[in-house]
């Protein structure tokens, strides 16, 4: 295996990455969610205190967990509003300078492949790079199972690839983004390094809400950096989990909600920024830094401050310790304990539709308490 030359001269590229993007508004949050607050205070507000913080690196990475469409729209149906962003929210991401968004998620073709592909063009019309789409549905020749966006900076190249492996329970029909398939991936990742001088993979994996890896993860995480992947990146869980450096990789295992709107449970207002530092020169390294922030009242991330610095601090070195806790523990099975933990966030869900009754549209209110409390389809 051959890797571009390189020369004795120190070089340094530096790229952030955040979890999950979601620029509509969920069920229990219809009508006062992120979409709506989008509508109500413009585009610039969600980011407006994390801007600084994202645009200090040569390289933005984020998941995008919606469609920007408005394709399918029913004002008279819930079930079609909801995590939706419209086109126009795309001006929320253009000024921070996104070079690449994440499409291979479960929640991209929840409208259908219209809604799909008008949320592709939005983005690639932004100037920002997609990742994560199925070269075997779009009938591509490209030599790639997912093609691979490619960063190019003070001489270096990142090359970054992007998979899902969260079951698809919206669109009927193989994918358009790319699946994690791991010979498929490895496959990718051997022809990507001949061409780039890092490798970064982006993983849509795991159990909500879980605040550490399955073992099954931290394996196939292993098995990348052992096969010469640099970096991984990991979102889904939609709750931070643990960092670590393995070999001669770093893995963050999920990024956590960056922009959302679940308020009802707090472990989903803990989120980060991954900053990721490739070097080249006489060491070849790649070091990472995470940087806390807590999602406030009004779905913007901040920076701690005061004594809340620690208690991030804390926070991050916890999770980082639960890292391999799958591997130790001992009693119910990692998806029971999942399971557990869904029961505890319906009591809080039904919590927060109560508490915001007066907030919804009658016919939202009417379809939250048939479907979600009484449990009537």
């Known amino acids: 295996m051959t890797k571009p030359a390189m020369d004795s001269t120190t070089k340094t590229v530096t790229l952030n990455a955040i979890g999950d993007i979601c620029l509509g508004d969920s069920l229990i949050s219809l009508g006062f969610g992120i979409r709506s607050t989008i509508a109500a205070k413009g585009p610039e507000h969600l980011f407006r205190h994390a801007a600084p913080i994202l645009q200090d690196a040569d390289f933005l990475f984020g998941n995008l967990e919606c ?77 790639y199972h997912s093609p691979p966006v490619i960063l190019s900076r003070n001489g270096l190249r990142i090359g970054i690839l992007g998979y899902s492996y969260e079951h698809e329970q919206y669109f009927e029909g193989p994918p358009l983004y790319a699946v994690g398939d791991r010979e498929h991936i490895l496959a990718d990742l051997n022809r990507l390094r001949t061409e780039v001088d890092f490798t970064v993979i982006s993983l849509h994996w795991g159990l909500e809400y879980m605040s550490y890896p399955s073992g099954d993860m931290v394996d196939l995480a292993h098995g990348l950096i052992d096969a010469g992947c640099d970096a991984i990146l990991g979102h889904h869980p939609h709750v931070l989990q643990g960092t670590e450096r393995y070999g001669q990789g770093v893995i963050a295992y999920s990024l956590g909600n ?93 919590g927060h539709i109560f508490a915001n009754l007066s907030h919804y549209k009658s016919n939202i209110r009417r379809h939250l308490i048939l479907r979600k409390v009484l449990r009537i389809s």
């Open 67 to 143: 469609v920007l469409s408005d394709e399918g729209w029913d004002e008279s149906n819930p079930k079609s509003q909801y995590l939706r962003g419209t086109p126009a929210a795309i001006e929320a991401l253009t000024p921070l300078g996104f070079d690449v968004l994440n499409v291979a998620n479960n929640h991209t073709l929840q409208y259908g492949p219209e809604a799909w592909q008008e949320t592709l063009a939005q983005v690639r019309e932004a100037g920002i790079e997609t990742l994560g789409t199925s070269t075997s549905a779009s009938g591509s020749d490209s030599p």
């Open 258 to 350: 960056f922009i959302f709107d679940k308020m009802w449970w707090d472990p989903c207002l803990d989120t980060a920024i991954a900053k990721l530092k490739f070097t080249t020169g006489p060491e070849r390294r790649v070091d990472l830094e995470m940087i806390p922030l807590r999602i406030n009242s009004e779905f913007q991330p901040v920076q701690p401050a005061g004594a809340e610095v620690q208690r991030a601090q804390h926070r991050l070195e916890k999770l980082d310790r639960k890292v391999h806790h799958d591997a130790a523990a001992k009693g119910p099975s990692y998806g029971l304990r999942q399971k557990f933990i869904l029961q505890l966030l319906n009591v809080a869900k039904m």
